[in-house]
């Protein structure tokens, strides 16, 4: 009798241990600079410093880096712009954006670009080009060839006069030009 209570607490315990392994293994952490978008039951949950449970048969885990990404815009030669003088300006900017750090930003970035897409340098210049381009035009417009080049804070401030920092889901954190 004895030992059918003895086998039977080894078989408690070790059932305990395989359920508390199998709790652990489904707790996903994420680094800093990143975010776990889980979708499936439940709805769709994002997780930015702390973890989430993922059940694989009823969970799907995407990582999303929303650290600070590198757009360079060019706009060089025939594509140069106007300053106020009538002076055409050959300009490269760096623009540093990214993912807002908010639940429903990240979710409206993973529905429309997706997760692993969200930080390709060239998807997002694929995206924002255009946007940067057009913002950059009434800069330049203003300022004379040389006010562009010398006070680098003045176009900064200029720009961001201009064009906001909100980029839908992105945040446009700062701006340079070389």
């Known amino acids: 009798m004895e030992q059918i209570i003895l086998i039977a607490v080894g078989a408690a315990v070790c059932i305990g241990l395989i359920f508390l392994g199998l709790l652990a293994s489904f707790y996903k952490k994420i680094p800093q600079g990143k975010a776990i978008v889980r979708t499936g039951v439940g709805g769709t949950k994002v997780a930015f410093n702390k973890g989430m449970y993922v059940v694989p048969v009823f969970h799907k885990m995407e990582i999303m880096d929303i650290s600070l990404k590198k757009v360079q815009i060019e706009r ?103």
């Open 76 to 178: 060089m030669e025939h594509d140069g712009l106007i300053c106020k003088d009538n002076i055409r300006a050959d300009i490269k900017v760096a623009f540093f954006v990214r993912v807002n750090k908010s639940v429903n930003d990240v979710v409206n970035v993973a529905q429309s670009i997706g997760c692993a897409r969200a930080s390709v340098i060239a998807t997002l210049k694929n995206i924002f080009e255009a946007k940067f381009s057009e913002a950059l035009t009434p800069v330049c417009n203003k300022c004379d060839f040389i006010e562009l080049y010398l006070p680098r804070r003045a176009f900064r401030a200029a720009f961001f006069l201009i064009f906001g920092t909100d980029l839908i889901a992105y945040v446009l954190s700062d701006c340079a030009m070389f």
